[in-house]
């Protein structure tokens, strides 16, 4: 298996049911987060990202909450399938940086 | 072919032995990134170059260095290898839309 995801929290599933993933931020002065997905031996993909001057942003199925108060992010996904079973981590970037904080991760168990 | 592509995808080394871990992009990309991640942590940044003239070093610069051969060409060497350097790897580029291309990664064991 995925060595990564030993130590990972895991929220489990039922296919067609709707995934929520949180995130906690660091920095109150990061103004653009991004949600990536890594499947089993495959790299980061990027998912979804929103700045902060929003506090919602949809893309196709996954909608991303932002709540600057708290420095929380959420991911949530629509009608989640089995494909969607992967590890799932925030990444949060400072102004005027090309560098990234990136969470832990949550791991997405769907059951069939 | 992979936008991204990463050199070995797996190895396996022993403590002391000097390795080298490639990386090459499709991209266009100029500004280039080596990450490790490891169980129970987020990716922690190793090195970055802007161009190929600039090499700046991340959060976990010791006991690596990477050389920028050519925009597209950014490796990452372990002078030599340790058990703690036992991780996934990933290098990755960025554009001017700041998010990152990641590579597929880099199993390295080092034993």
């Known amino acids: 298996g995925e060595s990564v995801g030993l130590h990972l929290p895991t929220l489990s599933v039922q296919e067609g049911d709707n995934s929520i993933i949180n995130c906690a931020y660091s920095n109150s002065a990061s103004d653009y987060f991004i949600w990536y997905k890594q499947e089993s031996g495959k790299g980061p993909q990027f998912i979804i990202d929103i700045r902060s001057n929003m506090d919602k942003r949809q893309g196709q199925r996954v909608t991303v909450l932002l709540n600057k108060t708290v420095k929380h992010l959420s991911l949530q996904i629509a009608a989640t399938q089995p494909g969607d079973s992967a590890v799932y981590f925030c990444?949060?970037?400072?102004?005027?940086?090309?560098?990234?904080?990136f969470g832990t991760g949550t791991r997405l168990k769907v059951l069939a | 072919d992979a936008d991204v592509t990463q050199t070995p995808r797996n190895r396996i080394t022993k403590t002391g032995k000097r390795i080298m871990l490639e990386c090459s992009q499709t991209?266009?990309?100029?500004?280039m990134y080596w990450y490790r991640q490891d169980p129970g942590l987020g990716l922690r940044l190793i090195y970055y170059s802007f161009d190929v003239k600039d090499i700046n070093k991340g959060e976990i610069s010791d006991g690596y260095s990477v050389s920028r051969q050519a925009q597209a060409k950014f490796s990452l060497s372990l002078e030599s290898a340790i058990p703690n350097q036992t991780a996934l790897y990933f290098c990755?580029?960025?554009?001017?839309?700041?998010?990152?291309?990641f590579g597929s990664g880099t199993r390295l064991t080092v034993v």
């Open positions: 990444a949060e970037n400072l102004p005027g940086t090309y560098k990234y904080i």
């Open positions: 990755a580029t960025s554009g001017t839309n700041y998010g990152y291309t």
């Open positions: 991209k266009g990309h100029d500004r």
